[in-house]
């Protein structure tokens, strides 16, 4: 049973500061991870993916991945206000099922 | 352009009664259907998927169950609730033709309260 873990469960930034949120996993065989962000009472949304060891950008947020270490990692480049939410990385398999990770809540003081 | 509807949007429910929730996907043929459910403040568990009309594969046993009656259509439901049951249910989808590794589209959700 694949088991994701992020940290930390919260963070607390000044407008402008560079974000990095943490996710380990336990299974080298899973095909991909996603982030996405959840804002209170709504749905998840997509932000960025990942499938082959490296790293990969988007805008402001780059992931980086490492197989080996079963670890991922995301970066948001100066942070915004409106980036306040919760954080959620997924780890899917070739099997139809998709693990979340306990996520982590971010705030961003303006 | 696809959307994504789940009914009811909130729903109050005694210990024992009976429960359905609904989910329609429009403007996407044959997508992949997924239901999951989060605990207030709790990890996102995926509950159930499906890759085609009829077919319902359960990834965790909750005394819930899942029907897709038409390729747009993704019902959940028990005949009786338990107070574990509360918390916010979501329904998504994604591509068939990439499965459940791209990108999952989530729905809105339903808040239930078992009281």
């Known amino acids: 049973q694949e088991k994701v873990q992020q940290s930390p469960e919260s963070l607390i930034v000044p407008e402008g500061a560079m974000v990095s949120l943490n996710c380990s996993f336990s299974d080298s065989a899973s095909q991909s991870i996603w982030w996405y962000q959840q804002h209170p009472g709504k749905g998840p949304k997509a932000l960025i993916s990942i499938f082959s060891n490296g790293n990969k950008k988007e805008g402001r947020l780059t992931v980086y991945l490492n197989r080996a270490s079963l670890h991922v990692s995301l970066h948001i480049k100066d942070s915004q206000p409106s980036d306040s939410a919760v954080y959620l990385c997924?780890?899917?398999?070739?099997?139809?099922?998709?693990?979340f990770g306990t996520g982590t809540r971010l705030q961003v003081l303006p | 352009a696809q959307t994504i509807h789940q009914w009811p949007v909130a729903e109050i429910k005694a210990v024992g009664s009976p429960l359905s929730l609904g989910c329609t996907i429009k403007?996407?043929?044959?997508?992949?259907l997924y239901w999951y459910w989060q605990a207030t403040g709790g990890t996102l568990q995926q509950l159930f998927y499906?890759?085609?009309?009829?077919?319902v594969e359960s990834v965790v046993q909750l005394n819930l169950s899942a029907s897709r009656p038409k390729d747009d259509q993704f019902i959940l439901s028990t005949e009786k609730l338990l107070l574990s049951h509360s918390g916010f249910y979501l329904c998504?989808?994604?591509?068939?033709?990439?499965?459940?590794?791209?990108?999952?589209?989530f729905g809105p959700g339903t808040r239930l309260t078992v009281l």
């Open positions: 998504a989808w994604s591509h068939r033709d990439w499965g459940s590794s791209y990108e999952q589209y």
């Open positions: 499906s890759i085609t009309v009829g077919q």
């Open positions: 997924a780890v899917s398999s070739n099997t139809n099922k998709v693990v």
């Open positions: 403007g996407k043929s044959s997508p992949n």
